[in-house]
């Protein structure tokens, strides 16, 4: 059985399965509710004050989390294996003992982890029923058992979930209730909606995406974070909805579906680099390099003071008498020869354990 809709467009399924749904580009409108109800678990919330990075590498992050939850739908069971081992290994230190300040916190802890995996699909399901139309009791009693599936992408199994779609709900609102907002998930909270750094295209949609967060959080927990409200936003936040309504189911799919496709594809193409020989990586990568465009001011830019190498400013720590081999950034003692194997990470920056896949614009997210 699947999600039967009204029909509103050529472009729009009469019949939506949980597997179509969650690669609706859609859905990337809800991650900032998402995040911000998970952090507001104070298990949750503690992991990710102290051991997350939001403030340097949102946008990483954001794009390391897309990749997982993409490869959990959508990738093959031998590409997905390789992304779960690389988050796990990222995963290993988020750890805490219980303190005085909040409770004790595990990467691995099934309840947390189903609270974080309930999040998302509660967020999907929100946005499905704001946009397509509601589906009937039946509908969602499907598009849930397929979710419980879904989960065990995310490391749940399926009677790791309530029994049912009705026991869910108890759940969700039995949660909700108990999530606590600290002053330091609150600013966690600010670089999420406030991302420094970030491109001039998102900079452009932050004021509604921070409208579409707060919207869709449910109050209690807005008011925690005290994002702004009023009735003049909340009407705003319900035009927002009503236009999405009418024009996005209405999209092609190639649209719909295009950022489902460009993360699939730089996970493949991540993979494809982690099965060829560093050599050939370093040289795949120095290729591109090469090709990059620079800005004018950049200290590589084409008309910058170079060493003999022709490949860095005169005024690089790196100089061209150093005893270290040109094309080598290891500190000149280090213990390894000059012909030692490297690390991929070696070239350009440390390797980060977690989810190594280049997006559009070759930038490089981290763990999810």
Do not use: K
């Not at 949102?58 to 739908?73: C, D, L, Q, S």
């Not at 967020?123 to 598009?143: H, I, K, Q």
């Not at 026991?167 to 991302?195: C, E, H, K």
């Amino acid at each position: 059985m699947t999600a039967v809709r009204a029909d509103r467009g050529a472009g729009t399924p009469r019949e939506l399965t949980f597997r179509q749904l969650s690669g609706e580009a859609l859905c990337l409108a809800g991650g900032g509710r998402a995040l911000l109800l998970q952090i507001a678990h104070p298990a949750v919330g503690r992991g990710v004050v102290e051991h997350s990075d939001f403030a340097d590498r949102m946008m990483a992050r954001f794009h390391a989390t897309m990749t997982f939850v993409y490869a959990a739908t959508f990738a093959t069971p031998e590409e997905f294996d390789v992304v779960r081992r690389r988050v796990n290994r990222a995963h290993a230190p988020v750890r805490g003992a219980a303190t005085a300040a909040g409770p004790a916190y595990s990467a691995f802890d099934p309840e947390l982890q189903l609270w974080v995996a309930a999040t998302l699909y509660a967020t999907m399901v929100d946005l499905d029923a704001r946009v397509f139309g509601p589906p009937s009791a039946a509908s969602r009693e499907e598009l849930y058992r397929e979710a419980t599936r879904w989960g065990g992408g995310l490391q749940l199994r399926p009677e790791d979930w309530p029994a049912t779609e009705a026991a869910f709900r108890d759940y969700w609102d039995d949660m909700v209730a108990r999530l606590s907002v600290t002053d330091a998930t609150r600013a966690v909270a600010g670089q999420i909606l406030n991302p420094g750094g970030a491109p001039v295209w998102l900079r452009a949609v932050l004021p509604d995406a921070r409208l579409v967060t707060a919207g869709l959080l449910p109050p209690g927990v807005r008011e925690q974070f005290r994002l702004p409200w009023s009735p003049a936003i909340e009407r705003r936040f319900e035009r927002r909805m009503r236009w999405a309504g009418a024009v996005y189911p209405r999209l092609p799919e190639r649209l719909r579906h295009g950022p489902r496709d460009a993360y699939l594809r730089g996970l493949r193409r991540s993979l494809a680099d982690d099965r060829r020989p560093v050599d050939e990586r370093v040289a795949a990568d120095d290729r591109r390099a090469a090709d990059a465009p620079r800005a004018a001011d950049a200290p590589w830019a084409a008309d910058a003071p170079r060493t003999a190498d022709g490949l860095r400013a005169a005024d690089d720590p790196l100089a061209a008498d150093d005893p270290r081999a040109a094309d080598d950034p290891r500190p000149a003692d280090d213990p390894r020869p000059a012909d030692a194997p490297r690390t991929a990470g070696e070239r350009g920056g440390a390797a980060h354990p977690g989810i190594r896949t280049r997006q559009p614009g070759g930038r490089t997210p981290g763990r999810a």
